[in-house]
């Protein structure tokens, strides 16, 4: 077991260095699939940067779910409670 976690080391270093996937599989041994399996798992994906489009969309977002969480807590009943008693919280929060 601590063989194949050295190898694993091996190949998601090299692979982090720029390395291609077949020199790795040449290098290794280790099957193409397994190195790609392995990286995809190991190796953290890279985020793009936030920009002014996302950063709005993320707030509509936000206020959206704020809106809903009001709703909720100001309701007068549980959100687990029988259908027909929600339904009547809510006839009697839209007649108010």
Do not use: H
């Not at 809903?68 to 100001?74: F, T, Y």
């Amino acid at each position: 077991m601590k063989e194949q976690e050295k190898l694993k080391a091996t190949v998601l270093k090299l692979y982090s260095a720029g390395s291609k996937v077949s020199d790795i599989v040449t290098q290794t041994g280790v099957p193409r699939s397994t190195v790609y399996y392995w990286v995809k798992n190991e190796i953290p994906k890279e985020t793009s940067p936030l920009n002014l489009r996302d950063y709005y969309f993320l707030k509509q977002k936000c206020e959206r779910q704020e809106k809903i969480i009001a709703i909720l807590k100001s309701a007068p009943c549980a959100a687990t409670a029988p259908l027909q008693e929600r339904l009547a919280a809510i006839e009697q929060m839209v007649s108010e």
